[in-house]
């Protein structure tokens, strides 16, 4: 099993709310990442936790808050955000080593930014 | 530093003929390439990827890609394309100095003509 879930699928919120993404696998993978998708565009990467801890943060704003309870949940809390931050949000786990080397991606949830 | 370049941002087959997305990478460190397919609005599924070993590589869906160094590409073919390969896709390779994160190309919008 391959399976990266991700909830919720839709999430339409204002600039004041608070909310949540969350994550999980149980695939007994130890390196968690989130990635940002604009329209007909690459996911760039956001995040990586390895072992649960955070390992890179490639300069996003604070009001995206990753956190990792456990080796098998990621989320992403937000506030405050900004109607360009409407995206699709993937998360990704990773199966590290040699030939089995392979990420592999939730369905994503589609934010919206009023 | 690793990257990837796709050839085509869209291209359009008909159904039955020859599928050919273009890869070239860039790399200083033996790569980990790999194909993602991106259906509308939802995650990315990995069709092949090339890690170590046999340099051409079966996918799911009838998808292969050879991995050849000399030119430093790994181009996606399939025989005969299916009106359900429509979508997008995308190569990508693994940055081990980031986290193991995957640096993606551009993306190719795959069109098919009935």
């Known amino acids: 099993d391959t399976e990266v879930t991700q909830t919720p699928k839709h999430l339409v919120m204002g600039m004041t709310n608070k909310k949540s993404l969350k994550c999980e696998q149980h695939m007994g993978h130890r390196a968690m990442y989130w990635y940002k998708q604009k329209a007909k565009k690459p996911p760039e990467l956001m995040f990586v936790?390895?072992?649960?801890?955070?390992?890179i943060n490639e300069s996003v704003p604070s009001r995206f808050s990753p956190e990792c309870p456990n080796s098998s949940l990621l989320n992403l809390h937000l506030h405050a955000l900004q109607p360009e931050d409407s995206a699709l949000y993937l998360c990704?786990?990773?199966?590290?080593?040699?030939?089995?080397?392979?990420?592999?991606f939730g369905p994503g949830t589609r934010l919206t930014v009023l | 530093a690793q990257s990837v370049t796709q050839l085509g941002s869209h291209v359009s087959v008909s159904e039955g003929a020859l599928v050919l997305l273009r890869c070239n990478y860039s790399s200083s460190v033996p790569p980990y390439l790999f194909w993602y397919v991106q259906y509308p609005n939802q995650g990315l599924q990995l069709l092949l990827k090339y890690t170590t070993g046999a340099t051409l590589v079966k996918g799911i869906n009838g998808f292969e890609a050879e991995f050849k160094k000399s030119e430093t590409s790994f181009h996606l073919t399939k025989p005969s394309a299916h009106m359900s390969d429509a979508a997008e896709y995308f190569c990508?390779?693994?940055?081990?100095?980031?986290?193991?994160?995957?640096?993606f190309g551009q993306g190719t919008e795959l069109s098919v003509k009935p």
């Open positions: 990704a786990s990773r199966k590290e080593g040699g030939r089995t080397d392979t990420q592999y």
């Open positions: 990508a390779v693994t940055d081990y100095n980031q986290g193991g994160k995957l640096i």
């Open positions: 936790y390895s072992y649960e801890k955070l390992s």
